[in-house]
């Protein structure tokens, strides 16, 4: 059974950080390029940042320089190091999981909200 589940999100003011964590279970970890994503209420789902398995990484425009994505194998989990929130960072954010040689093999997790607001 394949599990990711996030953690670290919550309230936090703008130009705090936040640091979310996403372990995965019953997958090769190795074999996965690792995503994060974010919903905002009335919007569509986007990529906020991906870590391939090996560590090429995408950032969108408005994460960069702001935000960072790690991964650590012998853990199967990646992070998102998020800093200089801003309220427009405000969603929920799901870990994803895509196989290196299908992206039909893809999972997802539960979702974490993240609040940026004062």
């Known amino acids: 059974q394949v599990q990711l589940v996030e953690s670290g999100g919550g309230l936090v003011q703008p130009g705090g950080s936040l640091r979310l964590s996403c372990a995965a279970s019953g997958i090769i970890f190795n074999l996965y390029t690792m995503g994060w994503h974010r919903q905002a209420p009335g919007k569509q789902r986007e990529l906020v940042a991906r870590?391939?398995?090996?560590?090429?990484?995408n950032l969108v425009d408005s994460a960069k320089g702001r935000f960072t994505i790690s991964r650590d194998n012998a853990k199967n989990t990646v992070y998102l190091q998020m800093n200089s929130l801003k309220p427009e960072d405000t969603a929920v954010y799901s870990c994803?999981?895509?196989?290196?040689?299908?992206?039909?093999?893809?999972?997802w997790g539960q979702g974490t909200q993240v609040t940026v607001s004062s």
């Open positions: 994803n999981a895509v196989h290196i040689r299908s992206s039909r093999t893809n999972y």
């Open positions: 870590i391939s398995n090996s560590g090429i990484i």
